[in-house]
């Protein structure tokens, strides 16, 4: 099976900066012949449904803010937050669809500074 | 809008059995593929099954294969999933999700989760 392994475990941001999740797949989850690098991020609040913010690497969900952006290729993922909002507060996950069985990182815990 | 809204979340002893559904609505159910996923403390979210869109392909995850049921009412928009010789392994917050139309599987819709629990 495909390792996911997400850093950091948690980290606190102060509202308006950055942050930053890294997520490193043990196998290259990039599709040379479809140009398209099977990963995803999901949002999750406690007591809510996920929420799919980016497929793709970089594509994002109908509807998902500019400030979320993902990028990488490969076997290296990064998915930021350009400006950190109140509401962003939620655990973070990515997510390999490349190989079966599709396996998840362990998640990125994003607090206010 | 579109909605997954879980139930049958519960307190089960090892051996038991316990079935969780997850009820559609605002989109065409039958036209979705349909997965289980289960999050661990401390391990994150584990992969469990998925359903065909008529019911009539489906797989699931080693640790589960032989004890848990998916399965699926396209006249009445509900996924099921049926488990059987429970283990404490089992226990956890199972999500319902919807599988989007897309080439790999991304899961677009969510529901709220079922808590399950192991325990005698």
């Known amino acids: 099976d495909i390792v996911m392994t997400q850093s950091p475990d948690s980290l606190a941001v102060s509202l308006g900066e950055r942050a930053t999740i890294n997520c490193k797949s043990s196998q290259n989850i990039l599709s040379s012949s479809k140009n398209k690098n099977y990963l995803n991020w999901y949002q999750h609040k406690p007591g809510q449904p996920l929420k799919l913010l980016i497929y793709g690497a970089s594509t994002r969900q109908s509807g998902v803010p500019d400030r979320f952006s993902g990028s990488g290729s490969g076997t290296d993922f990064t998915l930021t937050i350009s400006s950190l909002q109140a509401e962003d507060v939620a655990v973070y996950y990515c997510?390999?669809?490349?190989?079966?069985?599709?396996?998840f990182g362990g998640g990125t815990k994003v607090e206010i500074k | 809008e579109v909605q997954l809204v879980q139930s049958g979340g519960d307190l089960v002893q090892p051996g038991g059995s316990l079935r969780l559904s997850c009820a559609a609505s605002?989109?065409?159910?039958?036209?979705?593929?349909m997965h289980w996923v289960r999050q661990v403390p401390g391990k994150g979210l584990v992969w469990v099954s998925y359903?065909?869109?008529?019911?009539?392909?489906?797989r699931y995850a080693d640790s589960v294969k032989g004890r848990f049921t998916i399965s699926r009412d396209n006249v009445k928009n509900i996924l099921y999933l049926q488990m059987n010789s429970v283990r404490a392994e089992d226990a956890g917050l199972y999500f319902c999700a919807r599988d989007a139309p897309d080439d790999g599987t991304i899961f677009d819709c969510w529901g709220q989760g079922a808590l399950v629990t192991v325990s005698s």
């Open positions: 605002g989109f065409t159910f039958s036209a979705y593929w």
């Open positions: 997510h390999q669809d490349y190989i079966t069985p599709i396996t």
């Open positions: 359903i065909s869109t008529d019911g009539g392909g489906s």
